[in-house]
């Protein structure tokens, strides 16, 4: 959804160490998706082996490894059916990657790879059969995957609610409006991310809902009124000229009848958004089942059916396997 409430949220610098033993749920959709937008060949093209996508593959199998040898439980969830309201938006972010589509193919043209590998990050689209390979290697790797009904940030937040995992892991805020008590953010071990071409050192992060009802004073259906005001993924832009302060301004001093005040242009009423938030469809009888590793299926998959580094692959799979025995995944 990509909240803009950066403003709105303290965030505390926290430690992989510090997530040792916790149990952190992965919205496995926005993981897939920043896997395939930064790993791809130098003229901006997927990864491939035989004609399938491995570009996600490589970053989801070697970012888990990571974690999990940090001795972090993991959970991911993947979407369901997106609510009807989202239409508009998704139609704006296909109409998004058919402009760069057609940039992409005019820098190609004057072999400008640059501009090449700009464009085509923005074309990214994750197909049914990426997420069933990411789904199958997750499962291979005895990793628990909930279904959500439908959006997956919500269903992220429902498991943190309920006590099965500590944090959402997300670069976004959107779960915090389908409240979640707690977010980590940069959940990297490497210590860097790439941005615009640049690489940057960064540090995780962990934000507090309660911090954010504390500190404004606002309860959860006041974030969910402010979200609506300066726009979500079913009403992208919100209300020309109002951010988070100007919001809260609104919430304090005008409580009531907010969106009278203002012209509303978009397709779908404040109060259907209003809703949508508040009650959409979560899992709450999800299975959680922390299988074991099954090795040699996992090579054959990665090695010989998409074509990993064996080298590599065994170096993972063997510390896997050396922490599986000392009792990951088993503990907490």
């Given at each position: 959804?990509?909240?803009?409430?950066?403003?709105?949220?303290?965030?505390?610098?926290?430690?992989?160490?510090?997530?040792?033993?916790?149990?952190?749920?992965?919205?496995?959709?926005?993981?897939?998706?920043?896997?395939?937008?930064?790993?791809?060949?130098?003229?901006?093209?997927?990864?491939?082996?035989?004609?399938?996508?491995?570009?996600?593959?490589?970053?989801?199998?070697?970012?888990?490894?990571?974690?999990?040898?940090?001795?972090?439980?993991?959970?991911?969830?993947?979407?369901?059916?997106?609510?009807?309201?989202?239409?508009?938006?998704?139609?704006?972010?296909?109409?998004?990657?058919?402009?760069?589509?057609?940039?992409?193919?005019?820098?190609?043209?004057?072999?400008?790879?640059?501009?090449?590998?700009?464009?085509?990050?923005?074309?990214?689209?994750?197909?049914?059969?990426?997420?069933?390979?990411?789904?199958?290697?997750?499962?291979?790797?005895?990793?628990?995957?909930?279904?959500?009904?439908?959006?997956?940030?919500?269903?992220?937040?429902?498991?943190?609610?309920?006590?099965?995992?500590?944090?959402?892991?997300?670069?976004?805020?959107?779960?915090?409006?389908?409240?979640s008590p707690r977010i980590v953010r940069n959940l990297n071990i490497s210590g860097t991310r790439r941005i615009g071409g640049r690489?940057?050192?960064?540090?995780?992060?962990?934000?507090?809902?309660?911090?954010?009802?504390?500190?404004?004073?606002?309860?959860?259906?006041?974030?969910?009124?402010?979200?609506?005001?300066?726009?979500?993924?079913?009403?992208?832009?919100?209300?020309?000229?109002?951010?988070?302060?100007?919001?809260?301004?609104?919430?304090?001093?005008?409580?009531?009848?907010?969106?009278?005040?203002?012209?509303?242009?978009?397709?779908?009423?404040?109060?259907?958004?209003?809703?949508?938030?508040?009650?959409?469809?979560?899992?709450?009888?999800?299975?959680?089942?922390?299988?074991?590793?099954?090795?040699?299926?996992?090579?054959?998959?990665?090695?010989?059916?998409?074509?990993?580094?064996?080298?590599?692959?065994?170096?993972?799979?063997?510390?896997?396997?050396?922490?599986?025995?000392?009792?990951?995944?088993?503990?907490?």
């Amino acid at each position: 959804m990509g909240l803009k409430f950066k403003d709105l949220v303290d965030a505390h610098p926290t430690s992989i160490s510090s997530l040792k033993y916790k149990t952190i749920v992965m919205d496995g959709m926005n993981v897939l998706y920043q896997f395939l937008s930064s790993i791809r060949d130098q003229n901006g093209d997927y990864l491939t082996y035989n004609g399938y996508v491995t570009s996600h593959l490589i970053g989801l199998f070697n970012r888990t490894c990571r974690l999990l040898e940090s001795e972090i439980k993991l959970i991911y969830v993947f979407d369901g059916q997106a609510p009807q309201i989202k239409e508009v938006t998704k139609l704006l972010r296909k109409n998004v990657k058919e402009q760069a589509a057609k940039r992409y193919a005019e820098a190609k043209k004057r072999n400008d790879t640059k501009a090449m590998q700009q464009y085509a990050r923005q074309t990214s689209r994750l197909t049914t059969e990426m997420i069933d390979d990411a789904k199958k290697m997750l499962e291979l790797m005895g990793i628990p995957i909930v279904q959500a009904p439908s959006e997956g940030e919500a269903q992220c937040a429902q498991i943190v609610k309920n006590g099965d995992a500590y944090a959402v892991g997300s670069q976004d805020y959107d779960t915090l409006l389908f409240g979640s008590p707690r977010i980590v953010r940069n959940l990297n071990i490497s210590g860097t991310r790439r941005i615009g071409g640049r690489i940057i050192s960064i540090q995780p992060e962990l934000l507090l809902l309660d911090d954010v009802y504390s500190k404004w004073n606002i309860t959860s259906d006041q974030l969910r009124i402010l979200a609506i005001l300066t726009g979500t993924d079913y009403n992208p832009g919100g209300i020309k000229g109002i951010g988070v302060k100007k919001g809260l301004k609104l919430l304090h001093e005008k409580p009531s009848d907010i969106f009278s005040r203002f012209e509303w242009t978009h397709a779908v009423s404040w109060k259907e958004i209003y809703d949508t938030l508040k009650d959409i469809p979560v899992k709450k009888d999800y299975i959680l089942d922390y299988g074991k590793p099954q090795y040699d299926k996992l090579q054959t998959f990665l090695v010989s059916e998409r074509g990993f580094d064996a080298e590599r692959v065994e170096k993972s799979l063997q510390k896997l396997q050396f922490d599986r025995q000392t009792g990951l995944q088993q503990f907490g």
